[in-house]
C-alpha cells in the first residue's frame, strides 16, 4: 500500500528552528509537495520537489532524497503566524496526489 | 481575484438527507477536485474532473456524486447522507495535472450529519 509519514504535532519557540519530517511509500514518484493549513482554512502550497536536494524559499526551506523516501520542511526565525497544520503530499506513478495525516506546529513564546 | 469558493460553508443535515455542494473557480483551470479531511487521516480524493463534461472516481468515491457542466463549476452531491459523510470537504482546480501540480483550494465547507 501507499504510505506517508509525518509526527502528529511538533512544539517550537518564536525565533528557532524546527524541522519537519515526511517519510513516504508510494508506488513511483513524480514529486513531493509541502501545504500549510491554518486552523479552519484552506490549504495553500508552500514548496514543490522533484529533484534530490535542498529548494530555499525565503524562512521555508524543502529537502529531497528519493532513495531514502525521504523529505523535510526546515523553518527557520519562526513566527508565532508559523503555528499551522503542515502537509505532505507525494504524486505517484498514475499523478495521484497521496497526502500525509499533517503535522500540527504549536509556537510558543 | 476570488480563486476557488465553496458554499455553503456550514450545512447540517439528518440522515437521508441530499444536498449539493457547489465549487466555483475563476482561474479558468482545467482540473477540478472534491476532497473530504477528517481527523487524523490525510486528505481523501472523492471525484475529480480533468476538464468540462468530464469526472472520475477517486479514492474514497461512494455516496457522492459529481458534475462538471460548465468548465469553471464542480458540484458535489449526495443523495442520501450518513453520519460517516461529516466532515469537511475542500475543492481544489489546477490546471496542470502532471509535475508541479500546484492546487488552489476553496476555504472548505463543514457538513455535520445528525
Known amino acids: 500500500g501507499q504510505n506517508i509519514d509525518q509526527p502528529t504535532e511538533m512544539t517550537a519557540t518564536e525565533g528557532a528552528i524546527v524541522q519537519i519530517n515526511c517519510t513516504y511509500q508510494t508506488s513511483g514518484f513524480n514529486g513531493l509537495f509541502w501545504y500549510q493549513q491554518h486552523a479552519g482554512e484552506a490549504p495553500t502550497f508552500l514548496s514543490y520537489n522533484v529533484l534530490d536536494g535542498l529548494e530555499e524559499k525565503g524562512r521555508f526551506s524543502s529537502f529531497l532524497s528519493r532513495s531514502k523516501g525521504y523529505s523535510y520542511l526546515l523553518l527557520k526565525e519562526l513566527q508565532m503566524k508559523d503555528s499551522a497544520s503542515y502537509l505532505c503530499?507525494?504524486?505517484?506513478?498514475?499523478?495521484?496526489?497521496?497526502w500525509g495525516a499533517g503535522t500540527k506546529l504549536i509556537i510558543k513564546p | 481575484n476570488a480563486g476557488v469558493t465553496q458554499t455553503p460553508k456550514f450545512r447540517v443535515l439528518k440522515t437521508g438527507q441530499s444536498m449539493t455542494l457547489l465549487c466555483a473557480q475563476d482561474?479558468?483551470?482545467?482540473?477540478m477536485y472534491w476532497y473530504r479531511q477528517d481527523p487524523g487521516m490525510g486528505l481523501r480524493l472523492i471525484h475529480y474532473s480533468v476538464g468540462e463534461g468530464t469526472t472520475a472516481k477517486g479514492e474514497v468515491p461512494d455516496g457522492y456524486n459529481v458534475s462538471r457542466l460548465k468548465k469553471q463549476n464542480f458540484l458535489l452531491g449526495l443523495e442520501s447522507a450518513a453520519p460517516s459523510q461529516t466532515s469537511v470537504y475542500f475543492c481544489?482546480?489546477?490546471?496542470?495535472?502532471?509535475?508541479?501540480?500546484?492546487?488552489?483550494f476553496g476555504a472548505g465547507s463543514r457538513l455535520t450529519v445528525l
Open positions: 481544489a482546480s489546477s490546471d496542470d495535472s502532471s509535475g508541479a501540480n500546484v492546487l488552489t
Open positions: 482561474m479558468n483551470h482545467e482540473y
Open positions: 503530499a507525494v504524486m505517484d506513478s498514475n499523478y495521484q496526489l497521496i
